[in-house]
């Protein structure tokens, strides 16, 4: 994947070669998409991000979520481009969203998860809508300075954590102009008043993302922090709308937005934890269950990210570090080995709360064995091991993991 991806960068930058030229946007009369051999040779280059996509298992099946996507989605679609954008859902914790010039409109499971309300989901999409109405990738490709977008890419490259994943999604948009990205932003918010939607509460959507990212991200890391900073377009935004007409009230609808959105909560932490994002995910389950505050399974996802930030000391100071916009130093990664010990009793108390909500549930078990085995404690680790194996039955795919364990001393 990550080869395929760098091909189409160096094939945009080629494509740079040409020359600019006017670029209608879909919605002028006549107008249509793989007009030009530039523009066609675009159109196969991000088909195959999708099959790429597609083929790297990146497309998140979930059909409710997906209704209620094209719903909103296809509300704020002029009619001249209706039915030519898709809207997709990207099994990936990172909050992000992109959108392809074929119409490929992708928004992250991490993006989802985030969102507080309907108004901000309208807002995200008609802003990555608008890009592909407005042709951005094809207008870029023409006339965009070559080393600035290879420079990009390669900072990209050395991201690390995550970096495979978000190598395409990051290509892809690389090149939009602060300017398109305004154009961007200001006809998405357009789009988005025209269906109905509260402005403010769609503007609010830079607010979330940003308190979403560490600070240090805000100007690099995620797409929505490209070129006009998070903080710059809430505040053009908002400029914007104090000197537009007052328009009736909008719809928010954040009930509707969290109830859609909670079944994926527990996907997100699953993946930041898979992802070795383990503070990312600590933070977000502390959002999560205020949120949904009975559920069981938050405090046990929990313990997995404390269990992975003691057992992982190197990633979690790269993610620390990275957070910070730091390079990783050998102190930073002492700091969490010294911390192991904490950390254990900590993942240890956060899965005794997890069987607390819900005793049958077998991960809690299996956590309360695992943190106390590693914390050198067969007596509280046995039994507790002891009753995963029982409860998780047929299911514990790790069954012989835990029955050497059950058998050695921690090392
Ligand atoms: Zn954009």
């Given at each position: 994947?990550?080869?395929?991806?760098?091909?189409?960068?160096?094939?945009?930058?080629?494509?740079?070669?040409?020359?600019?030229?006017?670029?209608?946007?879909?919605?002028?009369?006549?107008?249509?998409?793989?007009?030009?051999?530039?523009?066609?040779?675009?159109?196969?280059?991000?088909?195959?991000?999708?099959?790429?996509?597609?083929?790297?298992?990146?497309?998140?099946?979930?059909?409710?979520?997906?209704?209620?996507?094209?719903?909103?989605?296809?509300?704020?679609?002029?009619?001249?481009?209706?039915?030519?954008?898709?809207?997709?859902?990207?099994?990936?914790?990172?909050?992000?969203?992109?959108?392809?010039?074929?119409?490929?409109?992708?928004?992250?499971?991490?993006?989802?998860?985030?969102?507080?309300?309907?108004?901000?989901?309208?807002?995200?999409?008609?802003?990555?809508?608008?890009?592909?109405?407005?042709?951005?990738?094809?207008?870029?490709?023409?006339?965009?300075?070559?080393?600035?977008?290879?420079?990009?890419?390669?900072?990209?490259?050395?991201?690390?954590?995550?970096?495979?994943?978000?190598?395409?999604?990051?290509?892809?948009?690389?090149?939009?102009?602060?300017?398109?990205?305004?154009?961007?932003?200001?006809?998405?918010?357009?789009?988005?008043?025209?269906?109905?939607?509260?402005?403010?509460?769609?503007?609010?959507?830079?607010?979330?993302?940003?308190?979403?990212?560490?600070?240090?991200?805000?100007?690099?890391?995620?797409?929505?922090?490209?070129?006009?900073?998070?903080?710059?377009?809430?505040?053009?935004?908002?400029?914007?709308?104090?000197?537009?007409?007052?328009?009736?009230?909008?719809?928010?609808?954040?009930?509707?937005?969290?109830?859609?959105?909670?079944?994926?909560?527990?996907?997100?932490?699953?993946?930041?934890v898979r992802a070795q994002q383990f503070a990312t995910a600590q933070e977000s389950a502390a959002i999560i269950e205020a949120r949904m505050p009975s559920e069981a399974w938050i405090p046990c996802l929990l313990g997995d990210a404390q269990i992975g930030t003691a057992q992982h000391p190197e990633a979690?100071?790269?993610?620390?570090?990275?957070?910070?916009?730091?390079?990783?130093?050998?102190?930073?990664?002492?700091?969490?080995?010294?911390?192991?010990?904490?950390?254990?009793?900590?993942?240890?108390?956060?899965?005794?709360?997890?069987?607390?909500?819900?005793?049958?549930?077998?991960?809690?078990?299996?956590?309360?064995?695992?943190?106390?085995?590693?914390?050198?404690?067969?007596?509280?680790?046995?039994?507790?091991?002891?009753?995963?194996?029982?409860?998780?039955?047929?299911?514990?795919?790790?069954?012989?993991?835990?029955?050497?364990?059950?058998?050695?001393?921690?090392?």
């Amino acid at each position: 994947m990550r080869g395929r991806a760098i091909l189409l960068l160096v094939i945009l930058v080629t494509l740079s070669g040409c020359g600019m030229s006017s670029v209608k946007p879909m919605t002028a009369p006549g107008a249509q998409l793989g007009e030009s051999d530039d523009e066609r040779h675009l159109l196969s280059l991000a088909a195959e991000v999708d099959d790429d996509i597609r083929r790297a298992g990146l497309l998140y099946d979930h059909p409710p979520l997906q209704q209620y996507l094209d719903k909103v989605g296809r509300s704020l679609l002029p009619p001249a481009v209706d039915g030519q954008l898709r809207f997709l859902i990207l099994r990936s914790p990172v909050i992000n969203a992109m959108a392809l010039p074929n119409g490929s409109v992708y928004v992250s499971l991490g993006l989802l998860a985030r969102i507080e309300n309907e108004a901000q989901l309208a807002q995200m999409l008609a802003h990555e809508a608008s890009h592909v109405i407005f042709r951005h990738s094809l207008a870029h490709a023409r006339g965009s300075k070559a080393g600035a977008v290879v420079a990009e890419v390669a900072e990209i490259a050395t991201l690390g954590i995550g970096a495979v994943m978000r190598l395409p999604i990051h290509m892809a948009v690389s090149g939009y102009s602060r300017s398109q990205e305004e154009e961007a932003d200001r006809h998405g918010l357009q789009l988005a008043r025209a269906a109905g939607y509260d402005a403010t509460a769609a503007v609010s959507l830079y607010d979330t993302v940003r308190n979403s990212l560490p600070a240090a991200l805000d100007d690099r890391s995620s797409i929505y922090a490209s070129h006009p900073t998070l903080r710059r377009r809430s505040k053009y935004l908002r400029r914007e709308l104090a000197r537009a007409a007052p328009a009736a009230a909008g719809t928010v609808s954040a009930g509707e937005l969290l109830a859609r959105t909670e079944s994926i909560q527990r996907e997100y932490l699953r993946l930041l934890v898979r992802a070795q994002q383990f503070a990312t995910a600590q933070e977000s389950a502390a959002i999560i269950e205020a949120r949904m505050p009975s559920e069981a399974w938050i405090p046990c996802l929990l313990g997995d990210a404390q269990i992975g930030t003691a057992q992982h000391p190197e990633a979690a100071a790269f993610e620390q570090a990275h957070r910070e916009g730091k390079k990783v130093t050998d102190e930073l990664v002492e700091s969490f080995r010294s911390r192991r010990t904490e950390m254990l009793q900590t993942a240890r108390q956060s899965y005794r709360r997890c069987a607390d909500a819900d005793p049958a549930r077998a991960e809690a078990q299996r956590g309360i064995g695992l943190a106390s085995h590693l914390l050198d404690d067969p007596a509280e680790a046995a039994p507790a091991l002891r009753s995963y194996l029982a409860a998780a039955g047929a299911a514990a795919s790790d069954r012989r993991f835990i029955e050497h364990l059950l058998t050695v001393r921690p090392q």
